[in-house]
Nanobody, 123 residues
Framework: QVQLVESGGGSVQAGGSLRLSCAAS????????MGWFREAPGKGREGVAA???????NYADSVEGRFTISQDSAKNTLYLEMNNLKPEDTAMYYC?????????????????WGQGTQVTVSS
């Protein structure tokens, strides 16, 4: 069973930074493709960032240049570093996993989800 546990959300002012973490089991980390998604009130879930093949990464246009997805293999943990946060980044952020191929930002292609962590950005 795939288990994903997010942490690191919070409330910040516009321009601030947060780092989200997603802890997984070693099996999940090594066997599944993982990505970050978010869902704002009244909006559908959207892809934010995903690891792709051979170290490549994919980002939504709205976060390109401000967010960075990274990983720590020793801790089986995926991170999302968020800088220059804007009020429109306010959402519940989810970590998700799927079997390869990797890199998709389509929520419908992921079948395992964490519980989410709330990010609130005030102006």
């Amino acid at each position: 069973q795939v288990q994903l546990v997010e942490s690191g959300g919070g409330s910040v002012q516009a321009g601030g930074s947060l780092r989200l973490s997603c802890a997984a089991s070693r099996y999940t980390y090594n066997s599944y493709c993982m990505g970050w998604f978010r869902e704002a009130p009244g909006k559908g879930r959207e892809g934010v960032a995903a690891r792709a093949f051979r170290g490549r990464t994919n980002y939504a246009d709205s976060v390109e240049g401000r967010f960075t997805i990274s990983q720590d293999s020793a801790k089986n943990t995926l991170y999302l570093e968020m800088n220059n946060l804007k009020p429109e980044d306010t959402a519940m952020y989810y970590c998700a996993a799927r079997l390869p191929p990797c890199g998709s930002l389509l929520p419908t292609e992921y079948n395992s989800w964490g519980q989410g962590t709330q990010v609130t950005v005030s102006s």
